[in-house]
């Protein structure tokens, strides 16, 4: 979770503040974890000069504040603080909340401490003076609404002392605060990822099964090397738009919950949506649902403000019988692809058309199977998916091409730059320093290699490339004349390197976000296990440390070449 300390008021100015209290509808406090609960405090501010929000709740809950969005968590042993001087306005104002827990003991804390411009500081705490429903109707998040139907709220007691959530908020470096949901100014133009972007891929099998191979994450990284991005992997294996796979033994609500947590907990700054494939198997008659789980979908992650790309669903491939005739299914896809892209243009959103560009022939891997079943993509169909991405991005291709003779003398150079050329006793040699690192070679296909290297008028016989002084590879005058495709060397190893690393930093964050036995440590059972929760976050420096080793894979080298006549 990405988080952002902000400056507070001085401690002094709420010395006398009175304890938020953990509070819950009246209705069910008996029996908390069977609802939802809404809540809703109004109070009156002059011209706002600063505003924090504190707040944790037992075990999900939803920040609004003047109608607008400001987070989400799922974690009551921290206590969150937001920055809200930006949600505030002179005048009337209301923090609503929806919170709830599926199972056990629900509660919500909530401290707000406020500040109008030549006025005194003020706090505002849950309490009695706060107003509950169990079931809200439209415009329950604005100061204005009606809520004289609304109860008081039930007060179990002060936070910190009050059972069964005790004293275990412990804080050693005090309250965090999330950063507030905020558009990226983008240049106008072709759409790129900037320095600070945080990239989340949500969707179903297509999008967590990337990370066992992770083409896309390394392509992008690769491509930006002087941009510090974040990526998450947010994908779940069987999910669709409504969040059902992610509901563990809830319900598909739940699920959506869950989704809506995950993802405004990251913070993102850009999302790719990858669903559709398993609402199509419904064919037409699923149709009208899934666009009306799509727009719910969407209007979920509009909140976080980030721009937004949304993937078809890929073409099934057929491998022949005896497996089964896909004609049907990709009827169905392209049915549920054009629905995506109507709701993408609707709402202004990016579209990618995986169906159509994924799966189409070219000369080169005509023959080269995407996937290992028709539906679940080898390593070199994600190596095409994120060539794929790159394409309908509009980011170009770059073929690396050396052309020289032996001399010393340059015919071309493309993607990178050259230096140092000298020609002596038999013996070519130059210097490359590349802005970015080449793409990646692709799995399963043996032809392809990260530069073309073409020497001309050289002396029959076979000679040996070095780069930094490792011999790489050794080829005849003629061969090299034509062009020798380098497949190997420390351009090469330092791409897997980065592949590997970044493989590697998924799968922390992966047990980070979806630990094994999550149902003791975070479910209905998590009281069987103690505290073996709080070792959760301990993933989270583990994932630093990759990302700090990602920062430095990604920025090309410098490389000496040298061709020498071989004995």
């Known amino acids: 979770m990405f988080m952002l300390l902000v400056a507070a008021c001085p401690a002094s ?15 069910n406090a008996a ?67 929806q919170a709830g827990n599926s199972d056990g003991p629900a ?12 006025s005194e500081a003020v706090t505002i705490v849950s309490d009695k003076d706060w107003k509950t429903v169990l079931k809200p109707i439209e415009g329950w998040k604005v100061a204005d609404f009606d809520d004289s139907a609304w109860k008081p709220a039930h007060v179990f007691g002060p936070l910190g002392k009050t059972a069964p959530w005790g004293d275990r908020m412990k804080l050693a470096v005090g309250p965090v605060a999330l950063a507030p949901f905020t558009a990226v100014a983008r240049p106008a133009g072709k ?17 967590e099964r990337a990370q066992a191979q992770d083409s896309i994450e390394t392509a992008f990284t690769s491509r930006f090397p002087d941009r510090h991005v ?39 700054t850009v999302i790719f949506v990858g669903y559709g494939a398993n609402a199509s198997y419904e064919g037409p008659d699923g ?7 799509l727009a719910r979908l969407l209007d979920m992650l509009e909140v976080t403000k980030a721009t937004i790309v949304l993937l078809s669903p890929i073409r099934q491939e057929d491998l022949g019988r005896p497996l089964p005739d896909p004609t049907t299914a990709n009827v169905n896809r392209e049915l549920f692809s054009a629905a995506i892209r109507d709701a ?49 991005l509009n980011w170009p291709s770059i073929s690396p091409v050396i052309d020289i003779d032996a001399s010393g003398k340059i015919s071309e150079v493309v993607g990178m730059k050259l230096t140092d050329t000298q020609s002596a006793n038999g013996k070519l040699s130059f210097t490359i320093n590349a802005p970015r690192l080449p793409t990646a070679l692709a799995p399963q296909y043996p032809d392809a290699g990260v530069l073309l290297l073409k020497v001309h008028q050289l002396p029959a016989g076979s000679y040996t490339l070095l780069i930094d002084g490792q011999p790489v590879t050794t080829s005849s005058a003629a061969d090299l004349d034509l062009g020798v495709s380098i497949k190997s060397g420390p351009t090469v190893d330092q791409l897997e390197k980065l592949r590997t690393t970044i493989v590697a930093k998924n799968q922390l964050y992966f047990y980070r976000w979806r630990p094994q036995n999550e149902t003791y440590l975070l479910g209905f059972r998590k009281h069987e296990q103690g505290q073996n929760a709080r070792e959760i976050p301990l993933f989270d420096p583990l994932v630093e440390a990759k990302e700090q080793e990602i920062a430095k894979l990604r920025v090309p080298q410098t490389h000496k070449f ?5 004995k």
């Not at 972007?197 to 297509?206: E, P, Q, S, Y």
């Not at 149709?287 to 789980?293: Q, S």
């Not at 040298?562 to 071989?566: D, P, T, V």
């Open 13 to 27: 100015l709420f010395a006398a503040a009175p304890e938020p209290q953990w509070i819950w509808s009246s209705e």
């Open 31 to 97: 029996n908390p974890g069977s609802n939802p609960c809404w809540f809703r405090r109004v109070f009156d501010l002059g011209d706002p000069e600063s505003g924090r929000v504190e707040i944790t709740a037992d075990n999900t809950y939803r920040l609004v504040v003047n109608g607008r969005d400001v987070s989400a968590g799922n974690n009551w042993e921290v206590l969150e603080a937001h920055d809200i001087k930006t949600f505030l306005i002179k005048g009337k104002n209301v923090i609503a909340v």
């Open 107 to 118: 509660g919500l804390v909530v401290r707000a401490m406020l500040k109008a411009k030549g």
């Open 191 to 207: 759409f790129e990822l900037l320095d600070g972007d945080r990239v989340a891929f949500v969707g179903d099998t297509l999008i």
């Open 230 to 268: 974040i990526y998450r992997n947010l994908g779940w294996s069987g999910d669709d738009v409504t969040g059902v796979a992610r509901s563990g033994f809830g319900t598909a609500e739940d699920g959506f919950k869950q989704l809506q947590q995950q993802v405004h907990g990251f913070r993102p």
């Open 287 to 293: 149709l009208a649902r899934f666009k009306t789980d």
């Open 344 to 392: 993408a243009a609707d709402r202004g959103h990016k579209f990618i058309d995986l169906f159509h560009y994924l799966g189409r022939p070219t000369k080169t891997d005509r023959d080269v199977l995407l996937t290992n079943n028709g539906v679940h993509l080898t390593p070199y169909g994600y190596w095409r998916l994120a060539q794929t991405l790159e394409q309908e």
């Open 562 to 566: 040298e061709l020498i006549k071989a």
